[in-house]
């Protein structure tokens, strides 16, 4: 009887230690993964201040041609609500 509970704290032992290890392999992954994050976190709000910049240019060339437009209108045709 004191055999088999030896070799079960033993056996519980060992699972104890293999768990410890996994658990450091796992925190030291984490840690390198929160420099990865960082970057991404950073990439992602270039991205973002990028699309900002792109809807501005794209709405201000929408109105830029509009006014191209209404101008060729207004010197080819002579539109009358126009001065």
């Known amino acids: 009887m004191m055999q088999q509970e ?3 704290v033993s056996t519980l032992n060992t ?3 293999d768990d410890g290890a996994l658990l450091h392999d796992v925190k030291e992954e984490h840690v390198g993964m929160g420099g990865t994050m960082k970057g991404a976190q950073g990439a992602m709000s270039k991205l973002g201040r990028q699309d900002i ?3 501005i240019i794209l709405r201000c060339a929408l109105v830029f ?3 191209v437009v ?3 209108l207004w010197t080819r045709i002579k539109i ?3 001065p």
Do not use: G, H, M, S
């Open 6 to 8: 030896l070799e079960r």
């Open 15 to 17: 699972t104890i230690n």
């Open 80 to 82: 009358p609500f126009l």
């Open 70 to 72: 209404v101008y060729v």
């Open 65 to 67: 041609y509009w006014i």
């Open 53 to 55: 910049r792109d809807a």
